[in-house]
């Protein structure tokens, strides 16, 4: 089989960059790609993290200091980038304008105002693919509740919740980073950095909520400042939105979480749909496990929990009895945006896209709100208007 090579050039060369060169790595566990991102560029200000590239990915051909280098690199098509969020704006407008496409990490930009620049940018660039790194719904029991949703099993929703719960900041001896701090990482504190994947399924769905009450909470003030004293911490740990979905047809509430702080989690991704008819939920706690409640009227009320074969968006070598993990879901996330870019949305081989810039402005749109609600201590509107 013939394949579309993507060649890829990665800004911001951490964790994330090297679980996108390992995916890469991995691409023979797909059984039916017929196309396949290729590094052959990289670019950090640390020449330590290039080296790991350098050294370790073969394709990898140049390593730059400066991402404009990387951009005016002809052999460079798309770019993988994952750095502050204060730096979105202005990189993520330069990928865009030249014409390279881009899988971007959340939540596209520091705040509003550089998302919708971000997003007009995008506008006048359609031939440019652009979306979000959003990894957990990918996963076989989640994506078993989109096939569900989409199939209208649910009814009339009761109620959702979905959340996404993360625990190394537990430790209050952690060192400070930059996602404590407002300059860089944003007023949107968790929800900024973890809001996304949270929202990625719910918006995806269409469930944009009218208002939201959130109770924003830091819990740990100070942490080492890795210079023999302390810094205050000056981000919200955790946050938990009451939100009202209204549409046309139907109305519920919605609560959604984003917890840097969750005793006895590490990345728990979560969602319930409660319906009249149906019910379900996964959790990456128990990724095997999907769990759903049929109903009918006089029927009785029971929760059937079954293993959720390792059914993934695109095939892979691996046998259905054996288990999905995060590295899996990562794979999967990079070949819908890979085969997005090879086929455009038309020709995709599976439904289901990488998290869409309209999915990351609507989470600005979100947050936004629940900073006003933190504020004033009341419930705040979500404005909506203008946003496709």
Known sequence: ?????????????????????????????????????????????????????RER???????YADYRELLADPEVEAVYCAVPHNLHEQIYLDIINAGKHLLGEKPFGIDRSA????????????????????EFPFF??????VRWVNEGRFGRIIEAEAGFW???????????NWKRRIATNGEYGCMGDLGLHVLHLPLRFGWRPANVRALLSKIV??????????????????????????????????VLSTKRIAPGHANTW??????????????????????SLPYEPGGPQAWHVADAPYRSAYGTITGPIFEFGFSDSILQMWAAFCDEIAHRREG?????????????????????????????????????????
């Open 1 to 53: 089989m013939e394949k579309r090579i993507i060649r890829f050039g990665v800004i911001g060369c951490g964790l994330m960059g090297k679980e996108f060169a390992s995916a890469a790595a991995r691409w023979c566990h797909l059984t039916d790609a017929d196309f396949e991102p290729s590094i052959v560029a990289v670019c950090d200000a640390d020449p330590e993290a290039a080296k790991w590239f």
């Open 166 to 176: 993360h625990s190394s900041d537990l430790d209050p001896t952690k060192p400070i």
């Open 270 to 291: 979560f969602i319930r749909i409660q319906g009249t008819e149906f019910s379900a939920e996964f959790t990456t706690k128990n990724p095997k496990q999907v769990a």
């Open 348 to 388: 995709m081989k599976q439904p289901f896209r990488c998290a869409l810039p309209e999915e990351a402005a609507g989470s600005h749109r979100l947050f936004t709100a629940a900073l006003e609600s933190h504020r004033t201590g009341g419930t705040a509107t979500v404005e909506w208007e203008g946003l496709a």
């Open 115 to 134: 998302n919708e620049a971000i997003l007009a940018a995008i506008r006048a660039n359609p031939q440019v693919v652009v979306r979000s790194s959003s």
């Open 140 to 145: 076989p029991g989640a994506q078993q509740i």
């Open 57 to 63: 990915v073969p394709s990898v051909r140049r390593a």
């Open 221 to 254: 003030e100070e942490r080492p400042d890795g210079k023999g004293g302390t810094a205050p911490c000056e981000t919200w740990d955790n946050a938990i939105l009451a939100c009202e979905m209204e549409a046309a047809d139907q109305s519920f509430p919605m």
